[in-house]
């Protein structure tokens, strides 16, 4: 025990210590000295003793402390000081450099205003001289334009035609670099002496060049066996050859000059004809005398001029090209070769000659606008035309042609009209004929595998000649007009096969029912593969490109249309599709239930006392299932003859599917079986039922799972139908714990039993009769 003047010391240090609390919001000098009070002495009263140590190196610290201040205190003023200096310092440049400044603004603006007069005069000075030079410029073109004039005249003094040529080209080169001058005097000038002279050149030169053609027999408008271009007189041919050359590459070098003064003959812009350059010159003059020959015979109130012959005037320019190809290659291409002209002398020919062709079509074309036999027949006879320019003549598509012409708005919305016309009214002819629904190739087996009927041979030929029309139409958007033409017929088409396929639909098995399905497999197939075409890939990705521009269809159907996933023909061929299953699932449908009736007494089939397999001589069919096969064996004959073999494929699987569960769910899961009847029924099924379609497969059970399937379960020895059925009894039992009990399946799948479930197993195992005692 602790002495009492202990006791009293503790109390009177426990009521001493109070607790001190932070004040945050200030520097608590009282906090801290009690926390470090607490921290060396604590409740340890032993440690009292150590407190001279303690307050020795307080006393320490407090000392450092204080030379710390004190050298602070000392080093901040003379810091400050520097600073201070410093500012004086730059505040006194800073004054002596505006003074400076003051000093220089002062004198410029004093000198500015010395060298004002100065500027004045000097202004005058250099405008004068620059007025002088630009009147020495202009007197040097107008030297350098006379020096050319001179040199030409020279030359055509000394017949030297070929510099006098040449030094032209020159000067038409400086009349082009000069356009862009506001001297219009100058111009007119420089304009003037080149017309000028190019007149004088032009007439000699086309004078010379015409005698040269007309020593060659030039135009040849006889047929080419009776030609005789290119065969002057022996002696006199190398002459006649080497002026035709020179003439032709003089002509050549006016070409620039004859582009500055001609203007070339324009149609208007609504044909939207492409740009193209002018006729070299040689080639012109060597048209004259047809151009001469077309406008004589075509123009004005000749008795070549009708509107009803538009094949006049097409076939014979068509014959000109033809009679000159020849020469052109051999005596023309050469020059412009050797010239270093990169010009295709028989595509300018053909050129020059199209745009007669299109200058009259642009006149005759108002005048049998609303005619349609004489319009109908214009195109036809336009599009012969092209046809043959392109294919035999070599003509290019980036050049004009007649397919412009048609391009015009009331042009073209006029053609559509005419073509869907006679399209409908070619229609109506072909569904009306008495062949419509027979096979042109009935009688020749390799070509008759589609079956297809008149009318839709006829009706896809029509479509295709459409496509073969305006194919070679110059703008993407006015073949997307076509094309949904084609679309519209196709629909009008689907329309009127199905009004026809209605008042057939009571004799769903019959031979115009089936030429309709014929019919309609046949346009979606072909559909299909045009939809791989090069030519509508092209449109439909003219198509994407105006979708994408009016937001007319859905990011997915773009998405769709963009990656190539649907086709321009898709809308089309979905209908078709949705028609062709309609009418097959109908076949399929009356087949069945003629089926169903003929099955009636096969239902009744007592197959609880058939006798045993054992007990049989022979096996045989059932009696009352022949009428189901019979009318089963006549129906896919009949069906096999009529459709083609892709429809009847669909056909006779649908058929079997139907037929499988059928048998399945009203024969076998609603009768029971003795040993003999699921014999009965496995010998009527495997021997008799599955060979029926055979001839259209190589395994036809697999299309009958169910009834493939419960035969084997009714048909299995008695010891695997107990031990079968015990695996399934304990499956069950466990499906609880175990679900999906994989023993059940691997035993079923053992057996040959896939399609089943285990509950159908179960049934089925419960419709065999013949069990024995196990005494359970």
Same mark, same amino acid.
């Given at each position: 025990?602790?002495? $009492?003047?202990?006791?009293?010391?503790?109390?009177?240090?426990?009521?001493?210590?109070?607790?001190?609390?932070?004040?945050?919001?200030?520097?608590?000098?009282?906090?801290?000295?009690?926390?470090?009070?607490?921290?060396?002495?604590?409740?340890?009263?032993?440690?009292?003793?150590?407190?001279?140590?303690? +307050?020795?190196?307080?006393?320490?610290?407090?000392?450092?402390?204080?030379?710390?201040?004190?050298?602070?205190?000392?080093?901040?003023?003379?810091?400050?000081?520097?600073?201070?200096?410093?500012?004086?310092?730059?505040?006194?440049?800073?004054?002596?450099?505006?003074?400076?400044?003051? @000093?220089?603004?002062?004198?410029?603006? !004093?000198?500015?205003?010395?060298?004002?007069?100065?500027?004045?005069?000097?202004?005058?000075?250099?405008?004068?001289?620059?007025?002088?030079?630009?009147?020495?410029?202009?007197?040097?073109?107008?030297? *350098?334009?006379?020096?050319?004039?001179?040199?030409?005249?020279?030359?055509?003094?000394?017949?030297? $035609?070929?510099?006098?040529?040449?030094?032209?080209?020159?000067?038409?080169?400086?009349?082009?670099?000069?356009?862009?001058?506001?001297?219009?005097?100058?111009?007119?000038?420089?304009?003037?002496?080149?017309?000028?002279?190019?007149? +004088?050149?032009?007439?000699?030169?086309?004078?010379?060049?015409?005698?040269?053609?007309?020593?060659?027999?030039?135009?040849?408008?006889?047929?080419?066996?009776?030609?005789?271009?290119?065969?002057?007189?022996?002696?006199?041919?190398?002459?006649?050859?080497?002026?035709?050359?020179?003439?032709?590459?003089?002509? @050549?070098?006016?070409?620039?000059?004859?582009?500055?003064?001609?203007?070339?003959?324009?149609?208007?812009?609504?044909?939207?004809?492409?740009?193209?350059?002018?006729?070299?010159?040689?080639?012109?003059? /060597?048209?004259?005398?047809?151009?001469?020959?077309?406008?004589?015979?075509?123009?004005?109130?000749?008795?070549?001029?009708?509107?009803?012959?538009?094949?006049?005037?097409?076939?014979?320019?068509?014959?000109? +090209?033809?009679?000159?190809?020849?020469?052109?290659?051999?005596?023309?291409?050469?020059?412009?070769?050797?010239?270093?002209?990169?010009?295709?002398?028989?595509?300018?020919?053909?050129?020059?000659?199209?745009?007669?062709?299109?200058?009259?079509?642009?006149?005759?074309?108002?005048?049998?606008?609303?005619?349609?036999?004489?319009?109908?027949?214009?195109?036809?006879?336009?599009?012969?035309?092209? *046809?043959?320019?392109?294919?035999?003549?070599?003509?290019?598509?980036? #050049?004009?042609?007649?397919?412009?012409?048609?391009?015009?708005?009331?042009?073209?919305?006029?053609?559509?009209?005419?073509?869907?016309?006679?399209?409908?009214?070619?229609?109506? &002819?072909?569904?009306?004929?008495?062949?419509?629904?027979?096979?042109?190739?009935?009688?020749?087996?390799?070509?008759?595998?589609?079956?297809?009927?008149?009318?839709?041979?006829?009706?896809?030929?029509?479509?295709?000649? +459409?496509?073969?029309?305006?194919?070679? #139409?110059?703008?993407?958007?006015?073949?997307?007009?076509?094309?949904?033409?084609? =679309?519209?017929?196709?629909?009008?088409? *689907?329309?009127?096969?199905?009004?026809? /396929?209605?008042?057939?639909? *009571?004799?769903?098995?019959?031979?115009?029912?089936?030429?309709?399905?014929?019919?309609?497999?046949?346009?979606?197939?072909?559909?299909?593969?045009?939809?791989?075409?090069?030519?509508?890939?092209?449109?439909?990705?003219?198509?994407?490109?105006?979708?994408?521009?009016?937001?007319?269809?859905?990011?997915?159907?773009?998405?769709?249309?963009? &990656?190539?996933?649907?086709?321009?023909?898709?809308?089309?061929?979905?209908?078709?599709?949705?028609?062709?299953?309609?009418?097959?699932?109908?076949?399929?449908?009356?087949?069945?239930?003629?089926?169903?009736?003929?099955?009636?007494?096969? =239902?009744?089939?007592?197959?609880?006392?058939?006798?045993?397999?054992?007990?049989?001589?022979?096996?045989?069919?059932?009696?009352?299932?022949?009428?189901?096969?019979?009318?089963?064996?006549?129906?896919?004959?009949?069906?096999?003859?009529?459709?083609?073999?892709?429809?009847?494929?669909?056909?006779?699987? /649908?058929?079997?599917?139907?037929?499988?569960?059928?048998?399945?769910?009203?024969?076998? /899961?609603?009768?029971?079986?003795?040993?003999?009847?699921?014999?009965?029924?496995?010998?009527?099924?495997?021997?008799?039922?599955?060979?029926?379609?055979?001839?259209?497969?190589?395994?036809?059970?697999?299309?009958?799972?169910?009834?493939?399937?419960?035969?084997?379960?009714?048909?299995?020895?008695?010891?695997?139908?107990?031990?079968?059925?015990?695996?399934?009894?304990?499956?069950?039992?466990?499906?609880?714990?175990?679900?999906?009990?994989? !023993?059940?399946?691997?035993?079923?799948?053992?057996?040959?039993?896939?399609?089943?479930?285990?509950?159908?197993?179960?049934?089925?195992?419960?419709?065999?009769?013949?069990?024995?005692?196990?005494?359970?």
């Amino acid at each position: 025990m602790k002495s $009492v003047a202990e006791k009293e010391d503790m109390a009177a240090i426990a009521v001493g210590k109070k607790e001190v609390t932070r004040d945050l919001d200030h520097c608590d000098i009282p906090y801290y000295v009690s926390e470090f009070v607490e921290r060396e002495v604590g409740n340890d009263y032993d440690s009292l003793r150590k407190l001279d140590n303690l +307050i020795d190196k307080l006393s320490e610290n407090k000392k450092q402390l204080e030379e710390q201040v004190l050298t602070v205190s000392s080093e901040v003023p003379k810091r400050i000081q520097n600073a201070l200096k410093n500012a004086e310092d730059s505040k006194k440049s800073l004054s002596r450099l505006l003074e400076e400044e003051t @000093l220089l603004s002062e004198s410029v603006s !004093s000198h500015l205003e010395k060298a004002q007069l100065w500027m004045e005069e000097l202004h005058v000075l250099i405008s004068q001289v620059e007025e002088i030079e630009r009147h020495l410029a202009y007197l040097k073109w107008i030297s *350098r334009i006379e020096e050319l004039s001179d040199s030409i005249q020279q030359y055509l003094m000394t017949n030297n $035609v070929p510099e006098a040529a040449s030094t032209l080209a020159f000067m038409a080169e400086l009349d082009i670099k000069l356009q862009k001058s506001s001297c219009s005097h100058l111009l007119a000038f420089m304009r003037s002496t080149v017309k000028f002279w190019h007149k +004088i050149l032009k007439d000699k030169l086309s004078s010379d060049f015409e005698e040269v053609l007309t020593q060659l027999c030039w135009p040849f408008v006889g047929p080419p066996q009776s030609q005789a271009f290119g065969l002057p007189a022996p002696a006199s041919a190398p002459d006649v050859y080497n002026n035709l050359e020179m003439l032709f590459c003089q002509l @050549l070098k006016l070409q620039t000059s004859d582009e500055l003064l001609t203007k070339p003959k324009q149609l208007p812009e609504k044909y939207s004809l492409p740009p193209s350059p002018p006729i070299i010159l040689p080639i012109q003059i /060597m048209l004259n005398p047809l151009q001469k020959r077309f406008k004589y015979h075509f123009t004005g109130n000749k008795q070549t001029n009708v509107l009803n012959k538009p094949e006049w005037y097409l076939t014979q320019v068509l014959m000109w +090209i033809g009679n000159h190809a020849k020469f052109l290659d051999d005596k023309i291409q050469p020059i412009l070769d050797k010239a270093g002209s990169s010009v295709n002398a028989g595509l300018e020919f053909s050129r020059a000659l199209v745009m007669l062709i299109l200058e009259k079509l642009a006149a005759d074309i108002p005048c049998l606008l609303y005619d349609d036999t004489l319009f109908c027949h214009l195109v036809d006879e336009v599009l012969l035309f092209e *046809r043959e320019l392109y294919s035999v003549h070599g003509y290019l598509s980036s #050049l004009p042609s007649c397919m412009h012409i048609l391009s015009e708005e009331s042009c073209f919305q006029r053609w559509l009209t005419v073509e869907k016309k006679f399209a409908l009214q070619k229609m109506d &002819s072909m569904l009306s004929s008495e062949a419509a629904w027979v096979s042109q190739y009935k009688d020749i087996t390799d070509v008759d595998e589609m079956k297809v009927p008149d009318c839709a041979e006829t009706f896809m030929t029509l479509l295709l000649v +459409i496509t073969d029309r305006y194919k070679n #139409l110059p703008t993407a958007s006015r073949k997307l007009q076509f094309l949904g033409l084609q =679309k519209e017929l196709v629909d009008d088409f *689907r329309i009127r096969l199905t009004q026809v /396929m209605k008042e057939e639909t *009571r004799a769903s098995l019959g031979f115009r029912y089936c030429a309709i399905l014929n019919a309609v497999n046949y346009i979606a197939t072909v559909l299909a593969d045009w939809a791989d075409n090069v030519f509508f890939l092209q449109l439909q990705q003219a198509e994407l490109e105006v979708h994408v521009e009016s937001n007319a269809v859905s990011k997915l159907q773009l998405g769709q249309l963009a &990656s190539m996933e649907s086709s321009v023909f898709d809308e089309m061929i979905n209908l078709l599709e949705r028609l062709k299953h309609d009418m097959l699932t109908r076949q399929v449908d009356h087949v069945f239930r003629e089926v169903k009736d003929a099955a009636k007494l096969y =239902k009744k089939e007592r197959w609880l006392s058939l006798p045993s397999q054992a007990e049989q001589a022979v096996m045989s069919l059932s009696s009352t299932a022949c009428p189901m096969l019979l009318t089963l064996r006549d129906r896919l004959l009949q069906l096999e003859q009529q459709l083609c073999h892709s429809l009847f494929k669909i056909f006779w699987q /649908m058929l079997a599917e139907k037929v499988d569960i059928y048998i399945y769910q009203e024969i076998i /899961m609603a009768n029971h079986f003795n040993e003999g009847g699921a014999a009965q029924l496995q010998f009527d099924m495997s021997r008799n039922l599955f060979p029926l379609f055979s001839h259209y497969c190589k395994r036809p059970e697999n299309y009958f799972k169910h009834i493939k399937e419960a035969c084997i379960i009714l048909n299995l020895n008695v010891g695997s139908a107990l031990l079968l059925k015990d695996v399934l009894q304990s499956a069950a039992d466990n499906e609880t714990f175990k679900p999906n009990q994989p !023993s059940a399946t691997a035993a079923l799948n053992e057996l040959g039993v896939y399609k089943l479930a285990q509950q159908d197993v179960e049934i089925l195992l419960n419709l065999r009769a013949s069990w024995p005692n196990t005494g359970k």
